[in-house]
């Protein structure tokens, strides 16, 4: 999975089509319309202010808006434009950072924020944030849940998991059962004896220690202020539900959802649901304290109240941003299967 998104070479990722929205293979928040970053832009800015009104004397003469996995730079634009036209003071002060590995997306991004090139600054990954002590806002949007997975099956007969790998027939990749010697000892997960007692033979699940590892890391450079992330994503329980005996590991390509996962290998996207009970206990771990884990629809719904409170500091709501209001916020569409979790890391807690 790691190979086919991320190789610099042949990586899904690392393709410079248009590979969201109508003409691409699926849609995400940003490719709605320019909505969804103005939301998120104005929920940052209240978060920055109420940083700053803590904070009377900052350790930097910054304030940090940290985005991971930015793709094109399409949603760090619609943000840094919201925030130079209706909060200018604020903008002034901002640093906008993007956490950003590959060299080429990192060239796809300059190009699309060319207007605010003295404003944002990028970094290779997480560790090159450490020496910052941020104070700030640190999220992510539909970034977790294409992150490399292990896949585990449960054998009803033996009565126990096993883990699948990858093998090759001929030319095609095929699913294949890893051998004991190369799999973990136990999956990293728990579930109840009844439960396994009704579980059907070959139900599959998935598990992601990259990402608990990346948010963990997320945790830790994070001096003082707001860690979010935006996912498809389910409870540890939720994974468990009968509908779900094959997992949540699909391919996307032109809108088509396929369970086909191994097939055009680089040409396709690929996605699993995100452990949002992972997650959250390592921010917890970390010492973060939760804040809110809803739903994206009740996520952008209280932003939304704001604004509609606070008139004219936001702009009009015309007939294009309630369609993608909509958009966002119907549970057919993009409101319920999407989740936001929020964090929050104390100035006074141990580093």
């Not at 002590?133 to 970034?143: D, P």
């Not at 990749?173 to 396994?196: K, N, Q, Y």
């Amino acid at each position: 999975m790691e190979l086919a998104l991320y190789c610099p070479l042949c990586g899904y990722y690392e393709q410079e089509a248009d590979n969201l929205g109508r003409r691409g293979d699926y849609f995400t928040s940003v490719s709605v319309g320019r909505l969804f970053g103005e939301l998120l832009a104005f929920q940052f800015a209240a978060w920055l202010t109420e940083l700053e009104t803590q904070n009377s004397k900052l350790e930097t003469d910054s304030l940090h808006l940290i985005e991971a996995g930015a793709h094109d730079g399409k949603l760090a634009c619609d943000i840094l434009a919201w925030l130079r036209e209706h909060r200018p003071a604020l903008f002034a002060r901002l640093e906008y950072g993007i956490v950003e590995p590959s060299a080429r997306r990192q060239e796809w991004q300059r190009r699309t924020l060319a207007e605010f090139d003295e404003k944002v600054r990028w970094f290779s990954n997480l560790a090159s944030l450490r020496v910052r002590r941020l104070t700030g806002v640190l999220f992510s949007n539909e970034l977790l849940d294409a992150l490399p997975v292990h896949r585990f099956g449960w054998d009803a007969k033996r009565h126990e998991w096993f883990e699948w790998g990858v093998a090759l027939d001929g030319e095609k990749f095929i699913r294949a059962r890893m051998p004991e010697t190369l799999r973990a000892s136990r999956p990293p997960f728990h579930v109840p004896p009844d439960l396994l007692a009704v579980l059907p033979d070959g139900f599959a699940t998935e598990v992601c220690p990259t990402a608990t590892d990346w948010w963990r890391e997320a945790a830790s450079v994070l001096h003082h202020g707001k860690l979010l992330t935006l996912d498809y994503g389910l409870t540890a329980e939720e994974f468990f539900a009968p509908h779900r005996r094959d997992g949540t590991l699909r391919a996307y390509r032109r809108h088509q959802v396929s369970g086909d996962v191994l097939a055009n290998p680089g040409e396709q996207d690929l996605t699993a649901h995100v452990n949002f009970t992972a997650i959250q206990a390592a921010g917890e771990a970390a010492g973060l304290t939760t804040e809110s884990f809803v739903t994206q629809a009740q996520f952008l719904v209280r932003i939304a109240e704001q604004t509609w409170r606070d008139k004219g500091s936001f702009g009009e709501w015309d007939a294009d941003r309630l369609r993608q209001f909509k958009t966002l916020t119907h549970p057919e569409h993009m409101g319920r299967t999407f989740r936001a979790l929020v964090q929050s890391a104390a100035a006074s807690r141990d580093s």
